[in-house]
């Protein structure tokens, strides 16, 4: 079936470092593909996406190019705040019933 | 446009006893999904309604497991003989048709002691 794979483990980095979150996938068809963040306490939110192939999701400074050809869909910002810390999911839909495989997510912290 | 809201957000309770859980989507999204989510995992998805008809199960929605949404607007999940496995954060979103975006509720936080 469809799934999403995240690079292992926690980032840890200081505020204006430059964030890349990797992300592949597996999918049978033609999927969308989306990354949500988690503020603290808060529900996921869509962050950005992409429908198809080459499209490049941005927005708050984040973007992600949708790579059929290495099948990856990588989040990157190049100067990251403090406000940036979050869990971050990659995930991809169906285009059918658009139910959402989601990655395990990780969790980014920004040092002051 | 009150977002979506999901109750209890909160519940504990023992093994064996029966758990209903509610979801409330934005007024006039007529598609609904659940997932559920357990630590340090992403959501996994459970269960979709378009409308009042529910057309797409998991695997991972045993025969314990229940799922409405009469009228086409708020729907319940229900867990009936819990069990301590079935800790975890279930989410309920929703999205109107013609768009990708899902839009999360805040969830509802089951814990089986």
């Given at each position: 079936g469809d799934s999403v794979t995240q690079m292992e483990g926690p980032v840890t980095l200081s505020e204006e470092a430059f964030l890349t979150i990797n992300c592949t996938y597996t999918a049978t068809g033609y999927p969308s593909l989306f990354w949500y963040v988690q503020y603290p306490g808060e529900g996921l939110q869509l962050l950005l996406k992409a429908t198809k192939a080459d499209d490049k999701g941005s927005n708050k400074g984040f973007e992600a190019t949708y790579r059929k050809e290495t099948t990856s869909f990588h989040l990157e910002k190049g100067s990251v705040q403090v406000s940036d810390s979050a869990v971050y999911f990659c995930a991809l839909s169906?285009?059918?019933?658009?139910r959402l495989a989601f990655g395990k997510g990780n969790q980014v912290v920004v040092i002051p | 446009d009150t977002g979506v809201s999901q109750n209890p957000r909160h519940k504990i309770t023992k093994r064996g006893q029966n758990v209903t859980f509610r979801c409330d989507p934005i007024s006039e999204h007529n598609r609904l999904y659940w997932y559920r989510q357990t630590l340090g995992q992403g959501p996994e998805f459970l269960t979709y309604f378009q409308n009042e008809a529910q057309l797409e199960k998991s695997r991972l929605l045993s025969d314990r497991f229940s799922a409405e949404r009469p009228k086409g607007s708020f729907s319940t999940l229900e867990i009936q003989r819990t069990e301590q496995g079935d800790s975890a954060m279930y989410l309920c979103a929703s999205r109107s048709d013609g768009s990708y975006e899902q839009y999360f509720g805040p969830g509802t936080r089951l814990t089986v002691t």
């Open positions: 169906d285009n059918g019933n658009n | -």
